[in-house]
C-alpha cells in the first residue's frame, strides 16, 4: 500500500464535486439497487482494480459475505452488476471469478477510448472554460507530488478524474457518457500498466504536455498528444499481457 497523502478539496469553491468520482457511474436501472448492493459493488471493484483480487481469482461467496460483512443475497446483486461492467465472469453452478485481462479485449478498448478522449481533448482545447483549466492545472500539480512520494493508488485516483475532466470539457454529454462506460472497464488495465517501468514517470510527463496544450487552446496538438498517450498505455498493457507471468495468472 503506497503512502497516503490528502489535499484540500479539489474545487475553487465550496460546491461538493461529484461528476468526477474516481468510480464509473452507475447506470440508471429501474429498480434501485439495495445500498449493501451498492457498497459491495464499489468495494470489490476496488480490489479488483488495485489488485487485491487477481484476474481469475475464485469469488467464494460465503468468504466475501464474511469479508464484506453482508449477507449473501446484496453480494450475489453486486456480483451480478460486476459482470454488466466486465470485470467478473458469472458460471452457472460454480463459483463466480474474477474476468481474467484479455489482450484481444483490452486492445479493442484501448482504441475506442483513444479515439473518445482524443476527439474530447481537441474539443475541450476550444470549449474548456477557464475554470476547467485551473482544476486541471491543480490536478497536474498533484499527481506529480503523489508521483514523486510514490503513493500510487492516490495517483491513480486523480489520474482518473484528469481524464474524465476533459472529456466532460468537450460539453458533449454523448462523449462523457460513451467515455465513463469505457473507462470503468479500463480502469484495472490502467492501473496495472502504471507498475511497468518507467511507465509512470512517463504517464506524468504526458500529461503535462496535454496540460500545456490544452492551456495554448491547441487542439491539434493535445488530440495528439492524447492518442499517443493512450496508445502506450495500451502498448504497455498488451506487452504484460503477453507475458508467461500474465497468461499463469489471468
Not at 480490489?47 to 475464485?58: D, H, K, N, T
Not at 449473501?72 to 463466480?96: Q, Y
Not at 480502469?187 to 514517470?201: E, S
Not at 492518442?227 to 502506450?232: D, K, T, W
Amino acid at each position: 500500500m503506497s503512502p497516503t497523502m490528502t489535499f484540500d478539496d479539489d474545487r475553487p469553491d465550496d460546491t461538493p464535486d461529484t461528476s468526477l468520482d474516481t468510480a464509473p457511474p452507475r447506470r440508471r436501472r429501474a429498480v434501485p439497487t439495495p445500498p449493501l448492493a451498492d457498497m459491495a459493488v464499489d468495494r470489490l471493484r476496488d480490489m479488483i482494480i488495485y489488485g487485491e483480487l487477481a484476474p481469475s481469482a475464485r469469488l467464494i461467496e460465503p468468504e466475501l459475505s464474511e469479508k464484506l460483512g453482508i449477507s449473501r443475497t446484496p453480494l450475489r446483486e453486486a456480483l451480478k452488476l460486476l459482470a454488466a461492467d466486465g470485470l467478473v465472469m458469472l458460471r452457472p453452478n460454480r463459483n463466480a471469478i474474477v474476468a481474467p485481462l484479455d489482450a484481444a479485449e483490452l486492445t479493442h478498448l484501448f482504441e475506442a477510448e483513444g479515439c473518445i478522449e482524443s476527439f474530447a481533448a481537441r474539443l475541450a482545447a476550444e470549449r474548456m472554460t477557464a475554470a476547467d483549466l485551473r482544476r486541471l492545472r491543480g490536478f497536474q500539480e498533484k499527481i506529480e507530488a503523489l508521483q514523486g512520494a510514490g503513493a500510487l493508488e492516490e495517483y491513480f485516483a486523480i489520474n482518473q478524474k484528469i481524464h474524465r475532466l476533459i472529456v466532460s470539457s468537450a460539453k458533449n454529454p454523448a462523449l462523457v457518457e460513451a467515455h465513463d462506460r469505457l473507462l470503468g472497464r479500463l480502469a484495472r488495465a490502467r492501473y496495472f500498466a502504471l507498475g511497468a517501468q518507467g511507465r509512470w514517470k512517463e504517464s506524468v510527463l504526458e500529461h503535462r504536455e496535454i496540460l500545456a496544450a490544452l492551456e495554448a487552446r491547441d487542439g491539434k496538438t493535445a488530440e495528439h498528444l492524447f492518442v499517443h498517450h493512450v496508445g502506450r498505455t495500451g502498448e504497455v498493457v498488451a506487452a504484460a499481457c503477453a507475458s508467461p507471468r500474465a497468461r499463469q495468472t489471468g
